[in-house]
C-alpha cells in the first residue's frame, strides 16, 4: 500500500515514466486474497497499475500452482507488471516461460559478479536474453556496480539494469532530490 501511494504522489508531482516495484514473498502469494488486496491498493492510492511491478521469485515459479497461475494472470490483466526476481539462481524448466504473463526477467546477480570474465555465465546470459527478445519479455541485469559490468549487460543483450552503478536504495525524499536534479535519471 505505501509504495502504491508513495508512486501515486509522484505522479501527482509530475514524476512519471516509471514504475515502482514490490518484492512479493512466497507467503504472500499464497494469499487467497492477494489479487484484491493489490487492487484495492493501486485503486485506493489512485495509482494507475501499470506504474506497478510485482516481483516473484524463482522458487515460487517451480512450486507455482494453477490457482498462483491464474492470480498472476489476473494481475497482469488488471494492468499490473510482473517480473521474476533472481532468475537463474534456480533450476527453472524455460518452458515455463511461454505460460506465465511476464513483463520483465530481472537475472541473478551472481551472473554479472565477475563478468565480462566469466564466459559460462556470459553463455548463460546470452542465452537468456535470446529467449526473453524471443518471448518479448525485456531481461534486466540485476547487481551492476562497474561501467564494466554495465558494458558487459549491454553488449549480451540484457535491456535494463539495476544496482549500485544507478543509484542506491533511497527514501523517498532524497528520491525526489535526485529526480530534481537530473530529470532523465535512469533508476535501477
Do not use: H
Not at 487492487?39 to 515459479?61: D, K
Not at 511476464?102 to 554479472?112: C, H, Q, S, V
Not at 549480451?156 to 535519471?185: H, M, R, S, W
Amino acid at each position: 500500500r505505501e509504495a502504491c501511494r508513495q508512486a501515486s504522489a509522484w505522479s501527482r508531482e509530475g514524476y512519471e515514466g516509471f514504475r515502482v516495484s514490490v518484492n512479493i514473498s512466497n507467503m504472500q502469494i499464497q494469499r487467497a486474497d492477494l489479487f484484491g488486496l493489490v487492487r484495492s491498493a493501486v485503486v485506493e492510492s489512485g495509482l494507475q497499475p501499470n506504474r506497478l511491478e510485482l516481483e516473484f521469485s524463482e522458487t515460487f515459479i517451480m512450486r507455482g500452482t494453477e490457482l498462483n497461475f491464474e492470480v498472476l494472470a489476473r494481475l497482469k490483466a488488471f494492468g499490473v507488471g510482473i517480473a521474476i526476481d533472481s532468475f537463474g539462481a534456480e533450476n527453472t524448466s524455460l518452458s515455463s516461460l511461454q505460460q506465465l504473463p511476464l513483463d520483465r526477467l530481472k537475472l541473478n546477480r551472481k551472473f554479472f559478479e565477475d563478468a565480462p570474465d566469466n564466459s559460462a555465465n556470459r553463455t548463460i546470459v546470452d542465452a537468456i536474453s535470446s529467449l526473453g527478445a524471443k518471448f518479448g519479455i525485456p531481461v534486466a541485469a540485476v547487481g551492476i556496480e562497474t561501467e564494466e559490468q554495465m558494458r558487459f549487460a549491454r553488449e549480451i543483450g540484457c535491456d535494463l539494469g539495476q544496482g549500485f552503478l544507478y543509484g542506491e536504495a533511497l527514501p523517498p525524499e532524497q528520491f525526489v532530490e535526485k529526480l530534481k536534479n537530473n530529470p532523465t535519471i535512469g533508476i535501477g
